[in-house]
């Protein structure tokens, strides 16, 4: 864990160790305590933000040469991005509650023996209380509220406003609406009746605001639909070069175009040998689900509409993964 804070306790050296694959299992038991408009989206914030990652770059004898060697690209730091890491989250409206409750239980000298799902559920509870909500809306919220303070460290976790970036009318939407959102389709015009080709769909790449949307046809890939859309995405990500999804090459070689699917995965097509092989060696997915919520948009074609987050950085950090990369000596393994 980064921090320089003197502080222990029981908890923070908990989630000291914890890992990757503690928060796997973590999440496999609360998946049913998370409320359906979250349940993808805590999945993805944590695929978004591993933590070989973040622990890599801390132990890195030479970190500029780090993130050479993994081609990172974009805003890869947590510690950049605490309070913004999870807008695409349903539960980030209720940010401030869970950053306060996390910061407050890591204070608290309590057992060392709870179970971190318990610990998760624990937070929950007091920020339903804190919010006047039902525990399922926050249960992602206070996953990543606890797993950022285990990547960040006490300092910087402290240290952040816990603001919110909500506009007025994102914030008043109700899970439901939300969800009732992700499912709308599109009714074909009737040339499309007669041909299904002709089909257009609304790919959604930012929950948050209206204006982030842009058509696809039956069959396209979503970054050659995004690619007609020829508003500046520059100034805000200078890796948007066409569109609003990062890509370099559409032939799934470079890993730049990779994306979460809040809703619709099974409106996309099904994953191939190329994208399961790349995905692997660019370290973003290891799932056998034909449909996952985390595909390579350039390989991905619509059959229905979409709503997709796009994550601030690209790379390839698959051998690191692995154990293939010598991070205390920023080289290869032996």
């Not at 998370?34 to 770059?57: K, M, Q, Y």
């Not at 948050?208 to 639909?225: I, K, S, Y």
Request: with cysteine; net charge negative; charged share 25%.
């Amino acid at each position: 864990m980064s921090t320089s804070t003197m502080t222990s306790t029981p908890l923070l050296e908990q989630l000291t160790t914890s890992d990757d694959a503690t928060w796997a299992e973590v999440r496999r038991a609360l998946r049913p305590s998370i409320h359906e408009v979250d349940r993808n989206a805590t999945d993805i914030w944590f695929a978004f933000f591993p933590f070989v990652l973040s622990r890599a770059l801390d132990r890195a004898a030479d970190p500029a040469k780090l993130v050479r060697q993994l081609a990172l690209l974009g805003r890869y730091r947590l510690a950049d991005q605490i309070d913004s890491s999870h807008t695409f989250m349903y539960g980030h409206r209720y940010w401030p509650q869970a950053k306060a409750a996390v910061r407050e239980l890591a204070l608290a000298d309590r057992a060392s023996d709870v179970a971190l799902a318990d610990v998760v559920r624990t937070v929950a509870q007091s920020v339903a209380a804190s919010a006047k909500v039902a525990p399922d809306l926050v249960a992602g919220i206070s996953a990543v509220a606890l797993a950022t303070l285990a990547q960040v460290g006490l300092d910087a976790f402290s240290a952040t406003p816990g603001s919110v970036s909500l506009d007025a009318a994102s914030a008043k939407r109700s899970p439901e609406e939300v969800l009732k959102r992700r499912a709308r389709e599109q009714k074909p015009g009737l040339l499309g009746l007669l041909r299904s080709i002709d089909h257009r769909y609304t790919v959604t790449f930012d929950e948050n605001r209206e204006e982030c949307t842009f058509p696809a046809v039956n069959g396209q890939d979503l970054t050659m639909a995004g690619a007609n859309d020829t508003r500046d995405h520059a100034s805000a990500d200078p890796r948007c070069v066409e569109g609003p999804i990062p890509i370099e090459c559409r032939t799934a070689a470079c890993g730049t175009c990779w994306i979460g699917v809040l809703g619709g995965e099974t409106r996309l097509s099904e994953v191939e040998d190329r994208e399961w092989r790349k995905m692997k060696e660019f370290g973003y997915l290891d799932s056998d689900d034909p449909q996952p919520i985390i595909r390579l948009a350039c390989r991905s074609k619509v059959s229905g509409s979409v709503s997709i987050v796009i994550p601030p950085w690209n790379g390839v950090f698959g051998k690191l993964i692995e154990g293939k990369i010598d991070v205390e000596g920023s080289g290869e393994a032996e």
